[in-house]
């Protein structure tokens, strides 16, 4: 092997180690770490992601990527790995050390202030972290560079080529159309689950069923706990997911732990030969919630998926739901009705809070809207594009953990996902004739192995975008999203 | 604040943050990891540890500390955490990067190989990564460079300053009282405790209320399930420990957790004031072993411990043990018998199970054993100091982790822990008149009192021996522990 690619390769095996390494310095904190190991942990993110960026800027490692890239001879992945790699040699160099360090700082700081005040609904607490969160976004965003607003160089970290030109041009009139379906079929009389006690063992049961089904290998991952669900990886084969529990629901954790083991299917599908180079790695959050969202809503919340799961329920909760149907549990979890809090919602909903939080955090971006007035843009907005009153912060503009970690340009991903989910699943069906059939068994690895190959296993071969595209044969675009809403949800 | 000295303690600060990061990737290794992320988890390990290595060698690094020892004009604290940064610069300058690797990778796949071949009770599947070991561990002394024994290089890393000759002097003639002290006491006749079920979850609380009642503070700490128990630390404020459970037996967890919890309240009591510093560290495992064994065995297992413990164990297991008086359980937990695994040992053979493994590993890294031979002479030492034998390799000398994850060197610490210990112990009993009342009556945060500004406090602005000599008044000697053993365990 070349010398110089030789040198690319150890580096970028040991930047991928930082990643998996500060990856789980933060599952610690969010899952198990007493509160006073707070201070501490932060330094030491801090200083590994110093490290990171350390060795992402070295100067013979620039070089060594740009004589690879003049050379001309690579061909093939390792062409592809040099390409990738020097896009985050340059993206990285952009930010000065000292600048990465008092970042990295401000973010965890954030989160753990923003956790405190969230449970006190103190968002005079929680303001300047906000407030130095946003003006370090923006002071990030000259480092980068735009052409035409800062929060296009914010996006980029998400949504590599995606811009704010672009997403208003997508949200605008999807908002104004799932404005008109929800008022259409909200309120929809629904069954609901009987009161009670639903303990959270059982529904472990049912959920590692559900999981095992997809493809989820417990031997390369586990399901903890932690406030805010995520999933997390320290290796192609260690892949984990966190959940949440309510005992008063059976169902309390179900979606949320098919939507993280679509994440966590798509991260322990990438291409093993290329572990931990940057082909083992996903083009952007859009994409990756195009895995989650699909196994989530297109596949968990679809008639055919209870067809056969509401027997396995029902054995899970002996007598309990013995007199629901099918078509009962597929009505109650598709129930549409806005409401509060952005994980708790349906999916016809979901993207109105989505655009709600964009074009709030455009507008702090953009400089046209102020941290201070941050709570009653929260609350117009919820009248304006969901019709419901916002009662306090808690559960208003304090209810997410993104901006308090810096998570700024992070949200559309969310609704592009759904859109990029709605696309690529349409597709799939058509040319999975037997799929009803595999799903009304719970012959659920019929999608998992569709997606390997198209989509997790290509990793940053291709750019987002791109992936759907070759997947569908043309741009991908909302309508697919509002053509399944609508098949779902209006009466036919 | 001097520049050199600015640029010295960021620097101590970053390898403190790695150290700490490197014990999260190892205690998630042990505690949580799912099987198939060994690999990975190998090699976040050892990159990790290479950049600590880097960092703790980097020529301006040296050049600052150099240059701050030279000009003489520090002093306090800054003059000891420039000696001590020096020392730890200068011992690790002895590998080369490309050795730490080879060794970290070794390390961790030794381990993951010992876990599953001492389960199947397979040597000849772990004989080529102890091979691998004691190799590499040759290969480091020789880096390290020694006076008389290979062996001294090694124990330096544990116990500074310590030898094998000094060693052999000391051990050989405890090694003769103790022999006679187990002749002597041994096969006495014990009450057992009931057969039957002793849940964790009674067993946690009981233990929960002896570390609270130590002193241990849950908001900067857990306790976890782990087959091999120990005590690892994040931050001052994050130091954990972990334990495993016997259903069989009320109290099969006490002991470690008690042990670990004497371990845990040393690292917690460092001097804050020069956290992420050398000061904040302990100077020896010897020293660490000292705290961790006077919980365990001369305050846990003493009279006065049981008659403020007996009645709250009673409680824990209500009926089960109102039979037992404070004098069955004294002697029940220290009863004397020769036995295979050392972790289960008693106070008074534990010393031979190190005494043992002490002349096994200095043979073999002195080349006077082959790997090959370890099974047959372990039985030999066996049959010659606890007169028992051995039936296989898994209860035999595949028992103990220590050589599979490359610490040869380490077992001596353990008999040391227990000399410093009986002379600290003496001490401060003669100190503190109170202290039998206060300990029948659960005041155990006296002796951490007591212990706070002695050896805590202190971290490694001083050498093992030194502090307890500057307790003790004179050189610590095998003495107090053989006085120890026979006054509690030989008929007054």
Sequence with gaps: MNHDMGFVRQRLGELQDLCYTLNLLEWDMEVLMPSKGAAGRGRCISTVSALHHRLQTEPRYEEALQRLADDGSLFGDDALIVREAQYDCRRAACLPEDFVIEQTEAHTHGFNVWRDARDRNDFAA????????????????????????????????????????????????????????????????????????????????????????MGYDFEAGRVDIAPHPFCTMFDLQDVRITTRYDESAPLSSLYTVMHESGHALYDAGFDSAQARTP?????????????????????????????????????????????????????????VQPSLIRVDADECTYNLHVVIRFELELAMIEGTLSVSDLPDAWKTKYREYLGIDVPDDRDGCMQDVHWASGLLGYFPTYTLGNIYAAEVYAKFRDETPGWDDDLRHGRLTTLLEWLRPRIHRVGRRKQAAEIVQNIIGREPAADALLMHLRARHLPA
Tied chains: 1, 2.
């Excluded at 923006?138 to 949504?159: H, K």
């Excluded at 799932?178 to 069954?191: A, I, M, N, R, Y």
């Excluded at 083992?280 to 989650?292: D, F, K, V, Y």
């Design 279 to 335: 082909l083992a790695t996903a083009p952007s959050l859009g994409i990756h919630e195009c895995n989650s969202r699909m196994w989530e809503n297109l596949v968990g919340r679809s008639r055919a998926f209870w067809h056969h799961y509401l027997p396995v329920l029902q054995e899970t909760f002996p007598r309990r739901l013995d007199h629901f149907s099918v078509d009962d549990v597929f009505r109650l979890v598709n129930r």
């Design 126 to 213: 929680f303001r300047p972290c906000l407030e130095k969160n946003v003006e370090l976004a923006r002071r990030a965003a000259e480092y980068y560079g735009y052409d035409e607003s800062p929060y296009d160089a914010l996006l980029e970290n998400f949504e590599r080529g995606m811009t704010a030109g672009r997403l208003r041009t997508m949200f605008g009139p999807l908002a104004e159309s799932l404005k008109e379906l929800v008022v259409q079929v909200e309120g929809t009389e629904t069954p609901e689950f009987p009161d009670g006690h639903w303990p959270v063992e059982s529904q472990q049961v049912f959920e590692r069923r559900v999981m095992q089904d």
